[in-house]
């Protein structure tokens, strides 16, 4: 008799565990409101940020980014993307219209008119998460 009421204490055990095991727990569905708007993922091949520390943005360099990209012979297409208070912004480009060696001369130029300056970073490869309705066109 002993055996048998541990024989069912074992089995309904064993039954509730199983029974857990197969639940499918509800899964969160993210759904676009105004905590939560869309967004989309883009990729780029070259990313500026100006970042300020309660005092704007880098002017000096950032013009000087500005005036290097608009007097580039091949043009190379850029957007900016605004995204602080006090003039935050990333310059984003994907090179396209340059060829593989004259992406880095490109990049490596960038990189000098923005050295000395810790309100500019440029980063290569960058993939970047917008909110869809913040995305605007070049400024």
């Given at each position: 008799m002993k055996n048998i009421v541990i024989l069912l204490v074992l089995?309904?055990?064993?039954?509730?565990?199983?029974?857990?095991?197969?639940?499918?727990?509800?899964?969160?569905v993210a759904t676009a409101t105004s905590k939560n708007p869309p967004t989309k993922v883009l990729k780029f091949a070259l990313v500026i940020s100006f970042t300020?520390?309660?005092s704007?943005?880098?002017?000096?360099?950032?013009?000087?980014?500005?005036?290097y990209i608009s007097n580039h012979p091949k043009k190379p297409k850029y957007k900016i993307y605004g995204w602080g208070r006090e003039g935050e912004?990333?310059?984003?480009?994907?090179?396209?219209?340059?060829?593989?060696?004259?992406?880095?001369?490109?990049?490596?130029?960038?990189?000098?008119?923005?050295?000395?300056?810790?309100?500019?970073?440029?980063n290569t490869n960058v993939k970047k998460?917008?909110?869809?309705?913040?995305?605007?066109?070049p400024e």
């Open positions: 089995s309904s055990m064993i039954i509730q565990c199983n029974a857990q095991k197969n639940q499918t727990k509800p899964q969160s300020s520390h309660a704007g943005i880098d002017g000096e360099k950032y013009d000087a980014i500005i005036k912004r990333d310059i984003c480009m994907n090179l396209k219209e340059l060829k593989k060696s004259e992406r880095k001369a490109f990049i490596d130029e960038i990189k000098k008119l923005a050295n000395g300056s810790d309100r500019v970073f440029v998460e917008f909110v869809i309705e913040r995305l605007r066109d």
